[in-house]
């Protein structure tokens, strides 16, 4: 089930986002600790609190069998900045309806796209959805997905 994420998600929301980089992110971080230190250094639980009640964000968290086993959160701007899933559930369509999720909530504010900046790893699930390739900076893609013509 996916649903808006609440404050008291914090915890898990965290949780399910350093996970994913810890044990998904190899190709990313090769796991090299000052690369994993730098990359983790803001995923607190009072920054994804302070995420989650943002304003001019929305956040989102899948859950299974009653825990929190992925998130998403987008800018009302359509820059979507964090879609993750745990280990446990990679390769079941949970992050694409996370990444639905984030889309949805909006497609209605009149924008054009949405972009974000991905890792190598994630390369080819935003690809599968529809993301077109931009750049590449700093060992991370950017990405855009039209959303009007």
């Known amino acids: 089930m996916i649903r808006k994420a609440e404050a008291r998600d914090a915890e898990a929301f965290c949780n399910v986002i350093r996970t994913s980089i810890i044990e998904l992110c ?25 995420w989650i009640l943002d304003e001019c964000s929305n956040s989102f968290v899948a859950e299974k069998d009653g825990n929190i086993v992925g998130i998403s959160h987008i800018g009302i701007n359509g820059h979507l900045f964090l879609c993750y899933v ?7 369509g949970i992050g694409g309806k996370l990444l639905s999720a984030a889309e949805n909530s909006v497609t209605d504010l009149g924008l054009m796209s949405i972009s974000l900046q991905s890792t190598i790893t994630a390369k080819g699930f935003y690809e599968h959805y529809g993301y077109i390739g931009d750049a590449e900076i700093k060992n991370s893609l950017e990405y855009c997905k039209p959303i009007r013509q």
Do not use: A, F, R, S
């Open 26 to 50: 190899g190709l990313d971080h090769k796991g090299n600790k000052d690369i994993l230190d730098e990359w983790l250094e803001n995923k607190t639980v009072e920054n994804c609190k302070n």
């Open 86 to 92: 745990l280990p446990c559930v990679k390769g079941l």
